[in-house]
């Protein structure tokens, strides 16, 4: 079993950053990958960012060149650090987990960007 604690979601006007934490503690020898989908009002979760084996990214094509996710392996805590944000990229985002006994996900964390 994982557990895990988000954090770092607020309001923030556009141009501005905010980086998100999720910070993993139980079982964490079984964890290959870490990530953060995001959900909009009337929209579908969709990957943000994630990171495999601690080395392999992958980003979304909406928040590539602004966005940047970082995992510490001795703090077994997966970072995204937004930059540049957008009206569009208000929502609510999720950390998600991925082990080899399972996928668990986060309680979300909300990220308003508006003027």
């Known amino acids: 079993q994982v557990q895990f604690v988000e954090s770092g979601g607020g309001l923030v006007q556009p141009g501005g950053s905010l980086r998100l934490s999720c910070a993993a503690s139980g079982n964490t020898a079984s964890i290959y990958a870490m990530g953060w989908y995001r959900q909009a009002p009337g929209k579908q979760r969709e990957l943000v960012a994630d990171?495999?084996?601690?080395?392999?990214?992958k980003y979304a094509d909406s928040v590539k060149g602004r966005f940047t996710i970082s995992r510490d392996n001795a703090k077994n805590t997966v970072y995204l650090q937004m930059n540049s944000l957008k009206s569009e990229d208000t929502a609510i985002y999720y950390c998600?987990?991925?082990?080899?006994?399972?996928?668990?996900w986060g309680q979300g964390t909300q990220v308003t960007v508006v003027s």
């Open positions: 990171i495999t084996n601690g080395v392999t990214t």
């Open positions: 998600n987990i991925r082990t080899t006994r399972g996928n668990y």
